[in-house]
């Protein structure tokens, strides 16, 4: 038998051999890992101690862009838009899309034709589901407002309206993301156990009570995810907003990653971006946390 | 130590502070069939796995062929293993399946003729040459399984590893099973260790038997010797059927135990009077209706047809009940009393630790 | 037996649909259905007509004679074809890339022992919840200082980050049986074997849920494009569309038009993988 130093020898050789291996598998991932996440998450707090960059090398000007976030009145502006877009955008949608997949569960004939249809506008950008709503908006031919002024003779200005802009910015996403979570949901409730429906109904839980008390608790999991997914997803809307209204009117519509935006390019400002974007950064870390830990309490 | 198949130089494993296997002392020869026979969780799939190189050991040392494994890696192991759910390769053919182990290397890749002659063989040797083109969605339990030991056949390797291999299939399908295993061991005479639960596996197939418990050896010997000689309790109570009958009773000096009233001669010294012991009867070992040897009289209060014979309870006013094998079978003996005798030699004992005297 | 195929069929969260929850349901999906598609028909009508005739009220739903103009027009006078083949060009050269690297990183953190594995795990959930729409100003710099500004490597590289995909092929590498990969090993494969010739043609859907999220993702991307490249012969679709609605007067007929055109190729795509896009593979997806 060899020795205990001899042994370890060779079993830190394996063990090289075996992390040699496993990083092999790894390296391009983390390569790009590093290169365009990590190191871009880093990059923005040096860069909001800095100003310029774009023209002219970048200079450090210590707390001046954090100071002028904390009283630039648009960025708390940008952060309660962004933030009342997600609360309109989310639970509409989610509503929706419940509603949808219990039809959907309900029925026996053309479910998947409707599932089709219902989940095509998921496959178009939402660029270009915001471009296509100017023609389901604008005030002469929208067809939306075709209808309203067949009903009431009065068209609407959904864009140029302070507070209709974002509602309607909202609606794009519901548009196009009902398909999505729909579809997501049906999965879910498919996937239910059978037995327990069969026990409830023999209980005499009608498909009120059924609902309620059985599948919306069992889906919990497919909430959670779907809650934290459409929260990471919707904070950071800009291309509807970019399209639709550009921040407009009267800045009702400015959100975070809009003015992010700008700073860097219209404003020639990337220190001032670099730093409303870790803001946001945080922003979506701490909600997605903290719906992380309201779930696990709530199970 | 060159001359073994495999050899295990005190082997440990533990996870974190629970130890799955103990200081494992064993060798296997070349040719030998060794079955390592345990209940589930005593250690003796890690054993495999350990082989293999699924697993590494906490300490001691592996040695296949004469050759330090402990850091080799599986492919250059020269071990073959036909798994319980035998894994073979769903996206491969029959065909596919068993070449798989003869194209994994380029360097020593074979023709393709060599290649179809050789899969050929080995599926000619488990008789399943007519399913080759088939997936393995489309085979029964059994034809799977042949395809398993095929893969391992075909490349010739030191060691077979089987861990539980018969344990998916129906039992009229185990009987025919292990009966092609041992003609497929005596052909090939490859050095194989067999994992099971099951005593008839192992008491059919083994040249030897490691009996394990808790991650330590319990016993090791041919199928005779630790069913005739069981080491300990354990032994004495996982091998046999219908289980051994443990009696508590103490020496009553030299070659004699008393139990409960009944005093018994034994072949072995049971030492001073008074020492406590545990004695073991199998049920299989009792006689009714002779004169001699060691009498037990007692009344039978159950009797469980099981066909050829029955399997009766006998209450002798000892410590426990007794469960004795009667050929044939009347439900009217319920009630009545009965004597049965067993041979001195077929009273075993065990010391307060369990051992056998 | 359609006794039986009624009640195997029968759906489960209401168990005997009353004949009024079966007419909700068909209305609400009707419903859903016109307003789904809508839009779309809508702007199929009005990519035919002359601009003009789009401000006549009541409008002309189905104009008399198909006016081309909008579609000569996208053609001759943008470059619309230029955008869709560089959005078809980058989209897939970033789903191969993105699926190989992933597909081996997935491999390693499911099938492989290493050093900082669960720092790797923990690190790659969190960098879920990173907004990537946050990271275009340091992006900028990083792609600025590489020279690849303007370029198709500005839009590819930083695509094949997306830690969404590793953690989606992880959970369909993770839930393979382990012995296959053991017995490979025994059979002599090496690690890359293992992964080539096991793991990968098991997981064939998994992939290519994979390679329609990436794609998807890629397709729909506006922002970073939008940053990257100043050139218009190399735009992508989506932000090549929407400078369209910068000029001072805008073409709506050939908004529409552009608009029709660009819901050809996902419409291609999931017409031929429709299995895929509405299987639960998909919103299995997101939850990694």
Same mark, same amino acid.
């Given at each position: ?39 871009p998450v880093v990059a923005l707090l040096i860069q909001s101690f800095q100003t310029g960059g774009i023209m002219s090398p970048a200079k450090y000007v210590g707390l001046e862009n954090w100071r002028q976030t904390f009283t630039d009145p648009l960025v708390v502006k940008s952060i309660r838009n962004t933030v ?160 639709? !209204?550009?921040g407009?009117?009267?800045n009702?519509?400015v959100t975070t990653t809009w003015y992010i935006y700008r700073s860097l390019f219209t404003f020639n400002e990337p220190g001032y971006g670099a730093t409303l974007s870790f803001v946001l950064v945080i922003l979506v870390l701490a ?13 | ?113 060599? !290649? ?146 009944? !005093? ?13 012991? !545990? ?79 | ?130 907004p990537?729409a946050a990271l275009v100003v340091p992006?900028f710099f ?147």
């Open positions: 038998m060899l020795s205990t130093t001899e042994h370890r020898k060779l079993r830190l050789k394996a063990r090289i051999r075996q992390n040699l291996t496993a990083y092999a598998f790894l390296a391009p991932a983390l390569i790009f890992f590093v290169l365009f996440l990590a190191w009342v877009y997600s609360l309109m955008a989310i639970p509409a949608v989610f509503i929706i899309a419940m509603i949808l997949a219990l039809s959907l569960n309900t029925v026996r004939f053309g479910q998947n034709t409707f599932k089709t249809i219902i989940y095509y506008p998921t496959l178009q950008p939402i660029l270009l589901a915001a471009l296509m709503f100017t023609f389901v908006l604008h005030q002469d031919f929208g067809i939306l407002n075709i209808i309203l002024r067949a009903i009431t003779g009065e068209p609407v200005n959904f864009l140029g309206n302070r507070n209709l802009a974002l509602p309607t910015i909202a609606m794009v996403e519901v548009w196009k993301g009902a398909g999505f979570w729909t579809l997501l949901f049906l999965a879910g409730i498919q996937s239910l156990p059978r037995d327990l429906y069969h026990a409830a109904e023999l209980d005499g839980a009608g498909p009120g009570r059924r609902f309620f008390q059985l599948t919306l608790p069992l889906l919990k999991p497919t909430f959670f995810f779907s809650f934290i997914f459409a929260t990471i997803v919707n904070l950071q809307i800009f291309d509807s907003v970019f399209v639709l !209204t550009d407009g009117p009267v009702a519509t909600l997605t946390a903290v719906q992380t830990i309201l779930f696990r309490e709530r199970r | 130590m060159t001359n073994h198949a495999i050899h295990f130089e005190q082997v440990s494993k533990s996870y974190g502070s629970f130890d799955v296997v103990e200081n494992f002392e064993l060798s296997v020869q070349p040719g030998e069939f060794l079955v390592l026979l345990g209940p589930s969780g005593c250690g003796k799939s890690t054993i495999l796995k350990m082989v293999s190189g699924i697993e590494a050991p906490s300490s001691g040392e592996i040695h296949v062929n004469g050759k330090m494994v402990n850091y080799t890696l599986p492919r250059n192991r020269d071990v073959a293993m036909v798994f319980q759910n035998y894994a073979l390769y769903p996206h491969k053919s029959v065909f596919e399946n068993i070449a798989y182990p003869l194209l994994t290397r380029r360097a020593s890749r074979p023709s393709k003729a060599e !290649t179809e002659q050789r899969v050929r063989e080995a599926a000619d040797i488990v008789e399943i040459t007519s399913q080759l083109d088939k997936y393995p969605d489309a085979l029964s339990g059994g034809q799977r399984q042949r395809v398993a030991l095929a893969r391992a056949i075909v490349r010739d390797p030191a060691v077979f590893l089987m861990d539980e291999p018969l344990s998916n299939l129906d039992a009229q399908l185990r009987d025919t099973m292990r009966q092609q295993l041992i003609a497929l061991h005596r052909r090939l005479g490859k050095a194989t260790i067999y994992v099971t639960h099951d005593q008839l596996e192992a008491m059919t197939m083994a040249s030897r038997i490691v009996v394990m418990n808790e991650g330590k050896v319990q016993q090791s010997g041919t199928p005779e010797e630790v069913f005739q000689r069981p080491a300990n309790l354990f032994v004495a109570g996982f091998i046999g059927h219908p289980r051994m009958n443990f009696l508590t009773a103490h020496s009553a000096g030299g070659n004699s135990v008393q139990v409960g009233k009944v !005093t018994l001669r034994t072949q072995a010294d049971a030492g001073p009077a008074g020492r406590p012991l !545990t004695i073991g009867l199998r049920p299989t070992d009792g006689q009714y209706d002779r004169a001699e040897g060691n009498a037990i009289s007692g009344r039978i209060i159950q009797s469980e047809f099981t066909g050829a014979d029955a399997i009766q309870t006998l209450d002798f006013g000892g410590p426990s009940l007794l469960r004795i094998r009667k050929q044939g079978h009347r439900k009217d003996e319920i009630g009545t009393d009965a004597t049965v005798t067993f041979h001195p030699k077929d009273i075993h004992l065990f010391d307060e630790n369990g051992a056998r005297i | 037996m359609s006794l039986r195929r009624s009640f195997t069929n029968r759906p489960i969260a209401s168990l005997q649909p009353t004949g009024a929850m079966m007419l909700t349901a068909y209305v609400v999906l009707c419903f859903a259905s016109i307003v789904s598609l809508t839009p779309f028909l809508y702007i199929l009508s009005t990519s035919i007509k002359e601009t003009n005739s789009l401000f006549t009220y009541p409008p002309d739903w189905i104009p008399a004679s198909i006016y081309w103009g909008n579609f000569q027009k996208l053609f001759g006078e943008t470059n619309f074809a230029r955008w869709t083949l560089n959005t078809l060009f980058i989209g897939i050269a970033i789903t191969l890339l993105k699926l190989i690297i992933d597909a081996m990183a997935a491999f390693a953190l499911a099938k492989l022992e290493f050093f900082g594995k669960n720092l790797i795990s923990v690190a790659l959930l969190l960098a879920v919840a990173v990537v992006l990083i792609i600025r200082s590489m020279g690849l500004l303007n370029s198709y490597w500005a839009l590819i590289l930083p695509a094949l980050t997306n830690p969404l995909g590793i953690l989606m092929l992880r959970s369909f590498i993770v839930s393979l049986p382990a012995d296959l990969d053991h017995s490979a090993r025994l059979d002599g494969a090496s690690e890359w074997q293992v992964f080539s010739q096991m793991t990968l043609p098991l997981i064939r859907p998994g992939l290519v849920v994979h390679a329609i999220f990436t794609f998807m993702l890629q397709y729909t991307s506006f922002l970073w494009p939008l940053v990257a490249i100043q050139s218009d012969k190399k735009q992508v679709l989506t932000v090549g569309i929407s400078s369209l609605k910068s000029n001072f007067v805008v073409d709506w007929g050939l908004i529409s038009a552009a608009s029709l055109l660009a819901t050809i190729p996902i419409t291609l795509l999931f017409l031929a993988l429709q299995k895929y896009f509405l299987s639960q593979n998909m919103s299995g997806a997101i939850k990694g």
